[in-house]
């Protein structure tokens, strides 16, 4: 069974940083990619970003460009989001998601949902003014 399990959010100012955690396990694929999408309050859900197997490619939306990174350690089986200099806008819910094994590299790396069949909880992120 696929277990995508997120941790890392929190309460922040302005300007701060986080770093999440998705920790994945329960998949054998060697075609997937990992990816992160938010979701904040009435608004519908988006990619942020994903990291692919094998060349360990990364991948962002145009928005986070430059403040998010997207990292993995493969021993642990987890990928992490480095935020920085977070701003109220980046308040939401975020998720994790496994995309494998994909079958559309090109949707996968423009974090088109619906090729990410697996998802976490979601971790909330929420930043202060």
């Known amino acids: 069974e696929v277990q995508l399990v997120e941790s890392g959010g929190g309460l922040v100012q302005t300007g701060g940083s986080l770093r999440l955690s998705c920790a994945a396990s329960?998949?054998?694929?060697?075609?997937?990619?990992i990816g992160w999408f938010r979701q904040a309050p009435g608004k519908e859900r988006e990619g942020v970003s994903c990291?692919?197997?094998?060349?360990?490619?990364?991948y962002y939306a145009d928005s986070v460009k430059g403040r998010f990174t997207i990292s993995s350690d493969r021993a642990k089986n987890t990928v992490y989001l480095q935020i920085n200099n977070l701003k109220p806008g980046d308040t939401a819910v975020y998720y994790c998601?496994?995309?494998?094994?994909?079958?559309?590299?090109?949707?996968?790396?423009?974090?088109?949902?619906?090729?990410?069949?697996?998802w976490g909880q979601g971790t909330q992120v929420t930043v202060s003014s």
């Open positions: 990291i692919v197997s094998g060349d360990g490619s990364r």
């Open positions: 998601a496994l995309a494998g094994p994909y079958r559309d590299y090109g949707l996968v790396t423009r974090l088109s949902l619906n090729e990410y069949e697996y």
């Open positions: 329960g998949f054998t694929f060697a075609d997937y990619a």
